[in-house]
C-alpha cells in the first residue's frame, strides 16, 4: 500500500515512517532534511538543536547500521533539565547552563535505539510549573491559540511534537509536567511507574518522585519508545529492578472497571464546558466494556495539597542549593518565591509529611480495591497567558488538582486527547492505575485514541489505522 508522505506535512507518527522506511520510499537523512524546515514553526520552542550537519550525518550512519534497529532514523527531541553529550543544560535558566560529562542513560539507550536527536527544548524555569509561560526564552504559547498557554513544564516538548516537529520528545514529569502540556496540545503523555525510566542525567526537580515522561501522538508510539528506554539503571538509586520484567504491550481486558469521582470531588474551576467534555470520556470507555465505579477521590486529593503544601518542594531546593545560595537572582520571582521558600521546612516537617502520606496511601488503597483504573480529567480548565501573568500561584495549582497526587502515590498515569472545546482548543482525560500497570494503561489508551479519532496533534493528520481489542 502506497503511503503518501510530504516533507512539508507528512506525518512523524512512529508506524507511518517505519512503513515508508521498510518500503524504501523514505530514508532517515529525507526525514531529517524535512524536519529541519520545520523547526521554526512556533516560537519559543527550542533552547538549543543540534546543527543540520550534524543530524544529516547521525542520519547517515543510521542508515549504514540498517533498519533493524528499534527506532530506525526517528526524530526526537529532549527537554532541557535532561542531559545530552555536548549541549548545555540550562534549565531554562541562562545563568545555570552547564556542559555536562556525559548524555543521560535513557538518551544514550533512545541513541543507541536508532533515534535521531533533534535538540533541547523550553520549559518552565526548573520544571517548577504547570504552565509553560515560565522561562526567560519566552513563553511556549499554544499551537491551536497562542493566546492560551501550552502546559508545562515540558511545554517545548510537548509543541514540537504537536506541530510536526519530532516523533516524539521527553519531558519530566513530578507534578504533571508531561501530563498537562499532552491535554493541551492534543497528543499521548506517558508519565510512566516511578523508576521504570532512569533519571540518571536528569536535573532533579524532587528526586524521590521524578519521572521522564514521553510524549507522542500515539499510545502505539509511547509504547515503543517506552520499550527502548526502561530498564534498570545502577547509576540511579531510585530505578526499578522489577520494571525490567513488566509486559508493556499485553492485551486489554475484555471488561474493566473504571474509577469516576464523586460530583462533589470533580472540580471544573467555574469552565461550563470541562464537565460535557469529561462525561463524552465516561461514556467512551463505557462503549468499550468498562463499567464506571464511584469512588472517594478525597485521599487522592489531599494526596495532591501535600506536593506543594507539605515538605516535599524542600526537595527543589535540594536539587540547587549551592547555585540557588549563590545566584538567587538568576530564578524568575515566581520560581524563586517556590524553591526559596523551601528553607523553612524542618526535618520534623518532612517526617510529618511521610506520616500524613502513608495515611492517604492506605485510604487510597480502599479505594484501588473497587477498580483497575482510574479515570479524571488531566486538567479541570485551561487559561490565557494572560491569566496566568496575572495570577501565576493560584491558576497553577488549580492545574494540578488531578496530577499532584500520582507519583506521591506511586502510580502510572496516561493523558489522552478528548474532545475538543467549542472555541477549537483540546481537552484531556487521564487514566491513571497502579505502579508496573503500564502495559495496562497503554492497552485502554490505545482503543480509546482510536474510537475517539481525534487527528494527531495540531496537525490535519490523521491517526494512523489501529486495530480495535
Not at 6 to 28: F, I, V
Not at 95 to 111: H, I, M, N
Request: charged letters at 20%; a positive charge; aromatic letters at 8%.
Amino acid at each position: 500500500m502506497r503511503i503518501d508522505w510530504s516533507p512539508e506535512t507528512g506525518s512523524l507518527d512512529l508506524g507511518t515512517l517505519s512503513r515508508l522506511y521498510a518500503a524504501k520510499m523514505l530514508k532517515p537523512s529525507d526525514v531529517v532534511r524535512a524536519v529541519y524546515r520545520r523547526l521554526d514553526r512556533h516560537d519559543h520552542v527550542w533552547i538549543s538543536r543540534v546543527p543540520l550537519g550534524d543530524a544529516v550525518a547521525r542520519a547517515a550512519e543510521i542508515e549504514r547500521k540498517g533498519p533493524a534497529l528499534p527506532l530506525y532514523g526517528i526524530p526526537f527531541a529532549v527537554k532541557d533539565n535532561i542531559d545530552v553529550d555536548g549541549m548545555p543544560t540550562t534549565a531554562a535558566c541562562k545563568e545555570f547552563a552547564r556542559r555536562p560529562p556525559k548524555s543521560a542513560t535513557v538518551v544514550d539507550q533512545l541513541v543507541q535505539a536508532g533515534a535521531i536527536l533533534v535538540g533541547k527544548t523550553n520549559l518552565d524555569q526548573f520544571a517548577t510549573g504547570l504552565v509553560g509561560v515560565r522561562s526567560p526564552y519566552g513563553p511556549v504559547g499554544n499551537p491551536f491559540n497562542p493566546r492560551y498557554i501550552s502546559g508545562g513544564s515540558s511545554s517545548g516538548s510537548a509543541v514540537a511534537v504537536s506541530t510536526g516537529m519530532v516523533s516524539f520528545a521527553l519531558g519530566t514529569d513530578t507534578a504533571g509536567s508531561g501530563r498537562v502540556p499532552a491535554a493541551f496540545n492534543n497528543i499521548i503523555g506517558l508519565k510512566p511507574t516511578r523508576g521504570l525510566i532512569s533519571c540518571s542525567g536528569v536535573l532533579p526537580a524532587c528526586r524521590t518522585l521524578d519521572c521522564v515522561s514521553i510524549l507522542a501522538l500515539t499510545c502505539g508510539d509511547a509504547r515503543r519508545v517506552l520499550q527502548t528506554a526502561r530498564g534498570f539503571d545502577r547509576t540511579d538509586p531510585f530505578s526499578r529492578a522489577e520494571g525490567d520484567r513488566l509486559d508493556i504491550s499485553a492485551p486489554r481486558p475484555r471488561t474493566f472497571r473504571f474509577g469516576v469521582p464523586r460530583r462533589e470531588d470533580l472540580e471544573f474551576f467555574g469552565d461550563p464546558e470541562s464537565p460535557g467534555l469529561f462525561a463524552a470520556a465516561v461514556t467512551l470507555l463505557e462503549q468499550m466494556n468498562g463499567r464506571p465505579v464511584e469512588i472517594d477521590f478525597s485521599p487522592f486529593r489531599e494526596a495532591a495539597q501535600l506536593l506543594y503544601g507539605g515538605p516535599w518542594v524542600a526537595e527543589r531546593l535540594a536539587a540547587v542549593k549551592e547555585f540557588y545560595a549563590a545566584h538567587a537572582d538568576a530564578f524568575l520571582p515566581v520560581t524563586r518565591k517556590i524553591i526559596g521558600g523551601a528553607a523553612r521546612l524542618s526535618a520534623v516537617d518532612a517526617f510529618e509529611g511521610l506520616y500524613r502520606l502513608q495515611a492517604l496511601k492506605r485510604r487510597a488503597e480502599a479505594e484501588w480495591a473497587k477498580m483497575d483504573v482510574l479515570l479524571t480529567p488531566t486538567t479541570g480548565t485551561i487559561y490565557t497567558i494572560e491569566q496566568v501573568d496575572a495570577d501565576p500561584t493560584a491558576l497553577n495549582s488549580n492545574l494540578g488538582y488531578y496530577t499532584n497526587f500520582v507519583n506521591l502515590l506511586d502510580l502510572a498515569a496516561l493523558a489522552l486527547p478528548s474532545p475538543f472545546r467549542r472555541n477549537g482548543l483540546p481537552s484531556g482525560v487521564t487514566l491513571i492505575a497502579p505502579a508496573l500497570a503500564d502495559g495496562l494503561l497503554l492497552a485502554l489508551g490505545t482503543e480509546y485514541h482510536a474510537r475517539l479519532g481525534a487527528r494527531l496533534g495540531a496537525t490535519r493528520n490523521p491517526q494512523p489505522a489501529t486495530p480495535r481489542g
